[in-house]
């Protein structure tokens, strides 16, 4: 990475509910252009430290910073509205048509009519969605990695620099899960996106990210990529690394050699 400031930066961030310390003193910064992964376990404290991001909750303690500047000094609303948020549902609104939910944002911050269903296009085009086919649809109308489809395009309709993604492809199914991931790497490169997403899948986190952070128990216990990783001596990272060659390991030994001719 360059040596530009990073444009997301938690700085000691502790976030507490009742009792239970969500987030431990952490530490971690996001470059621009750069996509990072955030890996763990049910609990972690992965998805309360993506929500610091854009102010949907606060620190107890700490500095969450976006572009240099404190969000807590920020207007809220105007942050969120700069931040692509994807929701492990796709987080539709079930009333509103495939065209109306992905215009949301530029109409709150009132972009010309035209201006929007030109973004709407645009974009139904970029996440492959059949504009015709779909733009009139309601969201039970659509296939789940169709409503994941329409939840990224939402998440980019007002051209934010960053993207927040909490479990996007989690309750997809493989195929599905495969090729969604890998066209919004391609967005996320195509578009110089700084992309933050929250996974318990190693797998996944090696595949997509160029970087990635481990939490357990509210603390960050390694970050850096896979081979930087491999460094650590914590158990629970190595466990975690093991994942994917196990899989990869056991593929080998159930199929066929020639499974792929």
């Not at 539709?92 to 009132?110: K, Y």
Request: proline share 5%; charged share 25%.
């Amino acid at each position: 990475m360059s040596d530009a400031p990073p444009l997301i930066a938690f700085e000691h961030v502790c976030k507490n509910f009742d009792s239970v310390r969500a987030v431990d003193d952490v530490s971690l910064t996001v470059a621009a252009g750069e996509f990072l992964a955030i890996v763990g376990s049910s609990g972690s404290g992965k998805t309360t430290l993506l929500r610091l991001a854009n102010r949907l909750i606060v620190p107890d303690h700490g500095t969450v910073r976006i572009g240099g500047e404190d969000v807590a000094t920020t207007d809220p609303i105007a942050l969120r509205r700069r931040i692509g948020y994807v929701f492990q549902s796709g987080g539709l609104f079930p009333h509103m048509t495939v065209a109306d939910n992905i215009g949301i944002t530029p109409r709150l911050l009132r972009w010309p009519t035209a201006d929007i269903a030109a973004r709407v296009d645009e974009l139904m085009g970029l996440v492959r969605l059949d504009d015709q086919a779909h733009r009139g649809r309601l969201p039970h109308e659509l296939s789940g990695g169709q409503r994941q489809r329409v939840g990224v395009a939402r998440a980019l309709a007002a051209k934010p620099r960053i993207v927040l993604m909490d479990e996007p492809f989690g309750a997809l199914d493989p195929l599905t899960r495969t090729a969604l991931g890998e066209d919004y790497r391609a967005l996320h490169d195509r578009l110089g996106l700084t992309t933050v997403m929250i996974t318990h899948d190693m797998t996944e986190a090696v595949l997509l990210a160029d970087r990635i952070a481990v939490m357990r128990g509210g603390r960050i216990l390694a970050h850096g990529t896979p081979a930087e990783l491999m460094q650590s001596g914590d158990a629970y990272v190595g466990e975690l690394l093991q994942t994917p060659r196990r899989q990869a390991e056991r593929l080998q030994a159930l199929l066929p050699r020639d499974a792929a001719t």
